[in-house]
């Protein structure tokens, strides 16, 4: 919104023209969360303080945990307003695929607020329950796989990674799997979300990716060069993830261990699903079993345990998600935390070495 008020005064001073430009965009919304993080953060602390929202902590759980108990929590509320108002400010507001992105993160983020809600407000320990939660999910992703498909003809062709030629129409189940790509992130990330600063680093160094990603996948001639699929429009999402990258950092100067305050599900649930979104939209939907390689392994470190232990009575981890595994192994947290950040940035590289592999 603001650029293009300055857009339209670039006749009578053309330094305004720079507003027209994407990546100076891109720079200003990632100034503009990071600020926003960095001044409102302090009152969004003091105020969950004040109203005592603070983290419950499982009694199964780690036992050095116990200690976080009371520690403010629905952190996620402080990223989604970074993210939506810088985005609001610098993006391009006539793009659509600007406004369906915004839609999934901040309709999956009502989800997760509402589990916030009643887990820790209304003391109720099971929240929203896994149905009642898949079921919103999923209907919040159907409605965006429906528009990008049916209205704005996004392409249903799924494409691979180290392999140009290897493309699998899906045609109508384009949307079934663009609802497995968003729900599946949405709540991988959610079970990442275990210990100080472990989830927001990797959605940090993702949502960078995506960053560069986007950008390339909307110009025509770059995305020619690179033999990447060419998405109009979506050159524009890099301002989303450039603000989404920034109020994540701002958002990890108070969630750092030892973490001041907690993301909750108000903020695991939507920033995966806003990955999961974007890697539909840029067609880089494989690309996020490797970009986001952290949250796919405590995925499935979970589903490994589960289905062990109802098939054998056996556990394969000492408790899952894996990052507690390490914890019980003797790993101190930030060592955990820390380890797992470096594996997210050396996954984002391999990621994007993909672009001169095909």
Not at 26 to 35: D, E, Q, S
Not at 319 to 340: C, D, S, T, Y
């Amino acid at each position: 919104m603001f650029p293009w008020l300055l857009v339209s005064l670039s006749t009578e001073v053309t330094f305004l023209n720079v507003f027209k430009y994407i990546t100076f965009r891109t720079f200003g919304a990632a100034i503009t969360a990071l600020v926003l993080s960095m001044i409102v953060g302090p009152w969004y602390i003091a105020m969950m303080q004040r109203r005592q929202i603070g983290q419950s902590i499982r009694e199964l759980g780690p036992q050095s945990h116990q200690s976080k108990k009371g520690t403010p929590t629905m952190g996620g509320g402080l990223i989604l307003f970074c993210i939506t108002a810088s985005t609001m400010l610098w993006a391009d507001l006539s793009n659509p695929l600007i406004w369906i992105v915004l839609f999934v993160t901040l309709a999956t983020g009502i989800v997760g607020w509402a589990d916030d809600y009643l887990k820790v407000i209304k003391k109720n320990s099971k929240g929203v329950s896994g149905r009642a939660k898949i079921f919103w999910q999923s209907l919040i992703a159907v409605t965006a796989a429906s528009l990008l498909y049916f209205k704005f003809g996004m392409s249903p062709e799924l494409r691979f990674p180290f392999f140009k030629d290897l493309v699998i129409n899906l045609g109508p189940l384009y949307i079934p799997f663009a609802v497995l790509v968003i729900v599946g992130a949405s709540n991988a990330v959610n079970l990442t979300d275990g210990l100080d600063g472990l989830a927001i680093g990797p959605i940090i160094i993702s949502a960078g990716t995506y960053t560069l990603l986007a950008y390339l996948a909307g110009h025509a001639k770059i995305a020619e060069y690179l033999q990447i699929p060419h998405v109009p429009l979506a050159g524009e999402l890099a301002v989303f993830c450039g603000a989404m990258a920034a109020a994540g950092l701002g958002f990890l100067w108070f969630n750092s261990y030892p973490a001041q305050i907690f993301m909750g599900d108000v903020g695991s649930l939507p920033l995966g699903a806003a990955l999961g979104s974007i890697a539909l939209v840029t067609k880089n939907e494989i690309l996020l079993v490797v970009i986001g390689g952290i949250f796919v392994l405590e995925a499935v470190s979970v589903m490994a345990q589960v289905f062990s232990f109802k098939t054998t009575g056996k556990r394969v981890f000492r408790m899952a998600p894996i990052h507690h595994h390490f914890e019980l192994k003797g790993w101190p947290e930030p060592k955990v935390i820390v380890r797992f950040w470096i594996i997210s940035i050396l996954l984002a590289i391999i990621a994007l070495s993909t672009l001169k592999l095909r």
